[in-house]
Each structure stands twice: as C-alpha cells, then as structure tokens.
C-alpha cells in the first residue's frame, strides 16, 4: 500500500523530535535546540492569532496545523523547570504522548492536502477515459465575468440554482458587506422564470427573506430583458441598518406608504418644522395613477406615535399631494384672543373666524357674489354657539351693516351684545315682529332708487346704493319656531327671507341646537342658508355627526370624524393610581368653541376666537351703531310695522277684533296672539307666498292695514 510521501516524512519528524525534546532541556538546559523550540512554539502562537483573526473559512483547521509546534515549545519550558525529569518521569511521558499525538492526526499533511483527498486505505478510482474538452457549467459561462462573480457563481451552483436561473453579474453594494445584487436568466433559453422565490434565495445566502427582492429587468441596448430576466437584491445589511436608523424616505415607505399603511402608495417629498407655532408639517405625493390619495389617520396617528383623540394630527389632501401636520400640542385646545383687525373684513367681506387644524385662518363672509350672506350656527348648549354668534356681529358692524338681534330666551351674553344693535328684543314675539321687517323692508327696497336712478339688486361693489346692508340674528331659532303661537309665521317669513333676502341686501343668521328638518327647520330654509352662507358647527355629540353633516349636504365621504371629548392628553401613572386605589383626575372638557366650517363639500375642523365678555366687548365694536335710513323708518310707520316690538300684542296686530255681540267664550281673548286661521298655520303658508309683496299683503290682512 503506497504511503504518501507527506505522511511519511511527518511521521518521521514526529518519532526524530520526540527524543530530542525530552531530553535537550534535561541533559543540555542551555543548548541552542531549547531556543529554536520556543521560537517553533511563537511562530505557532502567531499562526492561531492570525487564524483568528482570519475573515475566511478553515480557521480550526489551521489552529490544528500549528498546535504540534506550541504544545512542543510548552513540553520544553516545563521540562526545564522541573528537576531532573521530573516525577514519574514525567518529561519523557509528555514527550512521548506529544510524538503519538502528531502521529495519530498528522495535521501538516492532512490540512495542506487540496480538496480533502481520500484516505489511505480508500481503493485507487478506475481509469475513466476524459473528454479532451471540459464542458463548461451552465452556472459559470465561461464570459471572463471578474472574481466577485465568479465566486458567486460557484455558490449559486452549490446551492442548486434556484428558480433553474444562473448569475449573470454580481455587483457588491459598496460600504455593505454582505448586500449584492444579480442579474439572472433563465438557464435554459427561451424559457421564462417561474419558480424563482425570495424563500428559496434567501436560503442561498443564508439571510431572511424580508431582505430579499425580486424586479424585472427592462429591456436594455445589448442585452435581454423580460420574462426569461430577472433581477435580485439580497441586502441584509441595508436592511439591519434601515431597521435600526432609517432615512426619512425609507422610514415614510416602510410604515406610512406601504401598501395596507396609513397613506397607501404615497411617496416622502419633505419635512418641514416650524419652531415658531411648534408644528411638524410631512409632505408626501401618490402616483397621477392613483387618484387622490387615501388616508386612515387612526393608522397614520399611531405611526406618528401619538393618538387621534389628542387632537394634534391633522391631514390636508389637494389632489394627489398630502400634508400632514403634527402638532406639540393640539391647536384645538389653544386659545386664540379675537381682535378687532380679525375681525374687520376685507375688501372681499371676509374676516378671521377663528383658526383650523392645519394652522390656517378660518375665514367667513359678511356678503357673496350673491348678495347679503346669511348665516347657520349649531352647537349645543355650552358649545360657544353665543361667542360665535358674538364675532359675527361684531364683524358686520364693522362692516358697516345694520343689526338687529332676537332671541327666544334672555341671557347674559346676548344682552351684552344687543347694547352694540339697532335693536334687541326677547321671545317669540319679538322675533316674529323683527321678521315681518325684514321682508317689508325687501318691498321697500325693491322701490329705492339708486344715485343713477334706476332700481338694482344690493351690491357692495357697485356705488350709490341708497341703504346699508341689514343682518338680523335669530338665537335659539328653532325654540321659537315651534311656539304654539307665533312659531308658524316664524318659520314661514324665515323661509321667505333666506330665499329672497339676499337680493335687498338683508341677511339672517340662524343659531340653535339642531337644523333636523324633525326637530322643525325645514328643508327650504336649510338648503338657502346653507347655499347662501358659511356654516359653523360646534361641539356636536358623536352619534349625531353623521346625521347632523348629511343634512347639511355634505357628501358621505366627506362626512368627518367625531371630535374627542377633550384635547388634553391623559394624565400618566394610571396603573399606579389604580394600585393605590386613587380616583382618576377629572377630565378637561375643553373643547367649547371647537367643531367645524365648512365652506366647500369638505368640512374642516377650526376653533374660533375667544371674545372675552367678562373683561368687555366695547373695543371690539365701533363707536356708533348703524340704523335704517329715515326713508325706511317711515314706511315702516305707514306699515305700522316699526314701533317698540317689546309691548303686548296690539289690537289687531294679529287678525280683527272679535264684535262684541259675536263674543263666544270658546273664542280667543283679545291679545292672546294666537293666529286667526285654523290649525297653527298663518296665511303666508296657506297662500304659498312666492314675493315680498305678497307677503306684504298678507301681512296687512292680518293686521288690518
């Protein structure tokens, strides 16, 4: 049997060397064979650093090729320092166990031996004959690809070629050790790639799937592309560092414009912080293909690390692009003082309402294109609905207008505003008497001359109008329109007045709880406010959002969510006030003067300025009221329409006298204001008044004028 001659030649070192190294340190300590020993032994020590240290595979390997040289430098520094040759005659033992050890592993030879060839004892293979070319392997080409693609073949090959596909090129990504990228085709031509999977590549290269994809290969000058292409980037170290620190872009990707995120197929454009109102803006971008963009902002606020209920996130979408804004604090819980600039219109009649969500003025309008602008605020009691009502009237007198202003029940705050108005009554009545001059005065003004004596439609643009433009409020509108005595005429002449008051420069501004057509306000009146005004809804209770915003003609997709209950965020420690048996502090109902506008189909959310009424409202009014011209006031008197509207009801203000021989008891006392015709209904409705002359003439039958 034919021995190697590596094989021979160590084991004979082995049995040569065994002698020597027991006995040179006991018979010889200061000989030169003890030096070169040790020097062998710190050669070998450097060998196991660098294998160590040593990026490539085989590192056990090579410590075993240098451990006969340091066990054989350890045998002779301790032969020399024990006496003699030690116990039992330890040194030569050591020496002798040394020699068998090399024997029995033979670590030179084995190691140093190229593809682990055979054992020794293994029979010699049969002559095979050879073709006298190699055929090449479909995985390596043979195209003189460099060095890095090439090793990347061989593994690929090893691997079993997945997908049936062989590597065309292999880039290294630079500064990532482990991320590359392949270009790929199918191993047989003309066949498209089918099989080919992140799983079955990922096991390749040993790294998880996620890091793993997949993309097609556009077709190139020189090279293919299509089915039978594809390309593959394994970055595992990319993605480690993406997990761990991302950029922005790739951030916004993986947890906001991923499919099934918060803002689906959107795309980061840029951050933009501004310190001043300490307010965070994203702008990100979808693809034309897409349409406008899709938000869910319960996701989006979780992204974000905050919570929709808080009040500080607040999504703006024009089109494909969306701006995100993330407040330090919510602006809805903030306070925003009224001041008389805001609150002086613009050359357009717009003024300052309060702020949105987005940081933006909310603006409303004093007139339209149309003419006077009418008004509709809801809000329950305690919603701001006074204070919103307070900053319009303040805005139209600055404007120049005149006001008036009824409500169905006193209260502190509308007195206060009645001190700064042509006129302020209380209750039904009042109401009912103020809106019997507003469609008179349409009569009246219909017949005034301009300076160019002709007749027009009111225009603040156009000059010479011979009256000021005429706002009248109507608090608790809907409390007054269901009285049993007056209440049906309220409603009728309000419906007359939003469809025809416009033209004559004459607004109405309508706040109460509710614009149901089932809690009273009918469908007519709420389309022609709603047409010709900018509603304000504040403060509304979730269950009634939907209902309340569908009735305002906002379409479903648009309806917005409910409003949280407070804007303040939660106190932390509740798991330890819980553990103390402690009560949760009390929640900050702070969302008065918070709710909606809405000025196109989309309501937006704002929070209207604050008017201070404890520490006076002078300032914000001007230093005179504005009134009627004396031509109006007259024809008021010819009408017996204008007289102090806070007395009882007046003989005959509301049909004949009863004759004193016709006297029934069942009959309604003089006075009492209840309407003539039957069923609760006034003469406007049963004759379906289309003119404010008819209402005129309606008006003067009843009162017997």
Known sequence: MSVPRSVALERTLYTLAA??????????PDSPVNTVVQLAGAVGLGGWF?????DETGTGRKVLRWSPLVAAAAIDVAARHTIGWGPYCMDALLAAGWAAAGLLVMPFSRHTRRRHRPALAAPAPAPQLQPATPEPSPAQPGDGADHFTVQVRRLWETRGMPGRTIVVKATAHEGMRHDLSLLLRAAEAGRPITGLKEEDIAAAFEVDATDVHIVEVPRQHGRGGGPGWKEVHVTPDLAERRRKAPTAHEWWADRIGTAGGPIPGSRFVKEVRDHARKVTHYIAQVTDEMGEARVNQHALAAALKTKYDEGRLFVTVDGSQVLVSLWDSSPLAQVFPATRELLTPDKDGRWV???????????????????AAHGLFVAPSGGGKTQLMGLHV???????????????????????????????????LYMLRLLRVLVALMEIRGEMLWEDGEVHEWDPARPGCPYRMLSAYLDEFLSAARNGDYGAEIMDLAELVSVKGRKYGVGIKVAGQSIYVQDGFTQLLCENLRENCIPVVLKVAPKKVTDMFKALGTPPEHIPAPLPRSFSPEEAGRIERVMRGEPEPPTNSNTGGAGWIIESKQPDVL?????????GIDDYFPDTIATLTEYEIRELEARDLWFDWTVPPRPGEFGDEPDDENWDDDAPKKGSGKPRSGGGK????????????????????????
Not at 20 to 27: F, G, I, K, S
Not at 50 to 54: G, H, R, V
Not at 607 to 615: C, G, I, S, V, Y
């Open 394 to 428: 303040a805005a139209d007198a600055l404007f120049g207008a005149v006001v008036m202003l009824a409500t169905e029940a006193p209260d502190e705050k509308t007195a206060a505003l009645g001190k700064h108005t042509a006129r302020y009554g209380v209750g039904p």
């Open 50 to 54: 660098l294998a160590y240290k040593s």
């Open 19 to 28: 002698p020597v190294l027991a006995a040179a340190p006991n018979l010889y």
């Open 353 to 371: 309402t309060g702020y949105l969500g987005n940081g933006q003025p909310a603006r409303n309008r004093v007139y339209t294109d149309r003419g």
């Open 607 to 615: 929070r209207t300025l604050f008017m201070d009424f404890k520490a």
């Open 682 to 705: 006034s003469a406007t409705r049963r004759d379906a008044v289309t003119s404010p002359r008819q209402a005129l003439e309606a008006i003067k039958n009843l009162s017997g004028v």
